[in-house]
């Protein structure tokens, strides 16, 4: 496990976008697995600016993103299809069929499920996941539970999550009960994992991950099962790891 920290935000999001440009840049067919909330926002826009910088294309790479909320359409500007076109898809030369997110308004969602784990079988496996951290130890929006699951399913999110994510919503009662979201397998399954943290309030939740025992009840803590686990904070999430 690498675990670095930063005294700044923009110092994180810097090292973070150089990590994926690498991959981008050496790879003949990268994939990646991103992630969406708070924390990779500032990634992405440093990725962009390395992107407009030094020039490199994004046409042979293919993307899978963790996870999408159920019932809310593509052009909803929570929904994480609208997310990533804002944050990144729309400032860098990917072609639009090559990135992927789940659809959570198919009208079958068990096979719509399916349908992008096949996508992520096609994809052999992923090269860089990135991925935040829930307050309550989750990663994608694979919650702490008796048991997790290796492929894509639908999660009712808990409460907890609800109440994070309600501060990009006008209301909680706007914030979706379910998500798709990617399993554990592929997360796990990823040549290299880009954890990111920033702020105080993930402060004891990255150390119980990283530190404490792995188990289902923080579903980030099988990370540290991982071979190639980059794990990058900023001073504050980091505090109780130095
Ligand atoms: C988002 C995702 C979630 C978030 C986590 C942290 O695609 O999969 O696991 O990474 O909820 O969210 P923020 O960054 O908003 O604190």
Redesign the pocket.
Known sequence: MNIEIFQTEEQLDRRAAEIIAEVVKTEDHPTLGL??????VGTYKALIELHQQQKFTFKHVRTA???EYVGLPKDHEQS?YYYMNEHLFKHIDLPLDQAHIPDGTASDLDAECRRYDDILASFGRIDVQI????HNG????NEPADALQAGTHCVQLTDD?IQ??ARFFSSIDEVPKQAI?VGVGPILKSKKILLLAKGES?ADILHQALKGPITTQCPASLLQTHPNLYVLADEAAGRKLK
Do not use: E, S
């Open positions: 992630a969406t909330g708070g924390t990779p993103n963790l996870d994480y991925l935040g951290i829930g989750h990663i994608g929006f999550t994070a994510n979201t993930k």
